[in-house]
């Protein structure tokens, strides 16, 4: 029967054969994209239909199940349809053109959740953009941060395995926008190293509430909220366990960061994180990788014509004229070394980098 089933797909399909249901499990955890459409007999020895695609589901929620059965297996298949674990059985003995009829139809509804995931997720991450793009202009310096926390919490999440890594990186990016609603006066004096007045330190002591407002209606972002709030310091209860290492994970970006922000070098900065007892030791370990993995960085001072892409400014970059085109902590972008070259003739050079 599966030769039989092989023949009829092959022609049109990429087309992967298992001889039972663990075999089939090991092969849907062997590979790095998920099947469109699993297709199971109910009667196999060790696990039955039901079960293999249960298990299946687990594995690859997005896959499209269909379950072959035969007349006596009638009730237990309606049964699976009814509990939502299959998207379609096929009685045997199947005629072929109803057989490739069905698979057309699972292949069609697989691209139609795949397309509307992405096209969700590709809307969600143009509104946390978007939003990105407002901190830029309010706050440049922040924004520089933000960009390098993102970077690392998508490091820390790849190297901890966690199972939906992007939640993390747009809780990263969500961190700072609260910071939109910061007065004037308050990121002056902030930036100044001024003591703020109490009113002052309130506003930005409510930055991460104010994050949180901002994203909360949007759709799926439930637990991208949940990681701001855990490491915000706004959520007291624990999480699940991967939102609970997410919220962790963040919580070591940003506080890496800002201690790089603040002139430190990157094991003065895992020290600092280290000592704040927040993190999770797992977070920690990933954190220690990721550093002991960069080159050893210094602090360099080249004209701006000389600057890389890759390399970090440890200060504000302003034009004479004292307008602000890099903040403190932006890595340099090829896009920047090539408007680079029209700013040359109006800067205070030289400027200092890490490299």
């Known amino acids: 029967m599966l ?28 590979r790095a994209e998920p099947f469109a459409v699993i297709i199971s007999d109910m009667r196999m ?91 830029a202009l309010v706050d440049p310096e922040c924004f520089g941060q933000a960009k390098q926390i993102r970077q690392l919490a998508d490091e820390l999440a790849r190297t901890l395995e966690l199972p939906q890594a992007w939640q993390v990186v747009t809780a990263a990016g969500v961190y700072y926008l609260g910071r939109v609603s ?80 603040d002139d430190r070098g990157p094991k003065q900065a895992l020290a600092e994180v280290s000592a704040g007892g927040q993190i999770a030791p797992q977070v920690l370990q990933a954190l220690e990788r990721y550093v002991g993995a960069q080159p050893h960085a210094e602090v360099r001072s080249l004209p701006l014509s000389e600057v890389q892409p890759g390399m970090v400014f440890v200060h504000d970059v302003r034009m004479a004229s004292g307008l602000l085109i890099a903040a403190k902590g932006y890595v340099v972008t090829q896009t920047f070394v090539q408007r680079a070259r029209n700013y040359a003739v109006r800067m205070a050079e030289p400027v200092r980098v890490l490299v």
Do not use: W
């Not at 092989?6 to 022609?11: F, M, P, S, V």
């Open 45 to 135: 020895p060790a696990m039955n239909g039901v079960e293999f695609l249960s298990k299946a589901r687990q594995a690859t929620p997005e896959s499209v199940r269909v379950l072959l059965t035969g007349h006596a297996d009638f009730d237990a298949a309606i049964g699976a349809v009814n509990e939502g674990n299959i998207f379609r059985f096929l009685t045997k003995p199947c005629p072929s053109e109803r057989f490739m009829s069905a698979i057309r139809a699972a292949v069609e509804q697989y691209d139609l959740v795949v397309g509307q995931r992405v096209l969700l997720e590709q809307t969600l991450q143009g509104c946390i953009d978007a939003l990105g793009e407002v901190l």
């Open 182 to 261: 910061l007065p004037r006066d308050v990121l002056a004096a902030e930036r100044a190293g001024h003591s703020l007045s109490p009113p002052q330190q309130a506003a930005l002591d409510n930055v991460t509430r104010v994050s949180v407002s901002l994203v909360s209606h949007i759709p799926r972002l439930e637990n991208v909220v949940a990681i701001v709030e855990r490491a915000g310091g706004l959520r007291h209860t624990a999480l699940a366990e991967d939102l609970e290492l997410a919220a962790s994970a963040l919580r070591a970006a940003v506080g890496y960061v800002g201690a790089l922000s």
């Open 3 to 30: 030769e039989a089933l092989e023949l009829n797909l092959e022609a049109s399909y990429d087309v992967s054969v298992a001889t039972s249901g663990r075999e089939g499990l090991d092969l849907i955890a062997s």
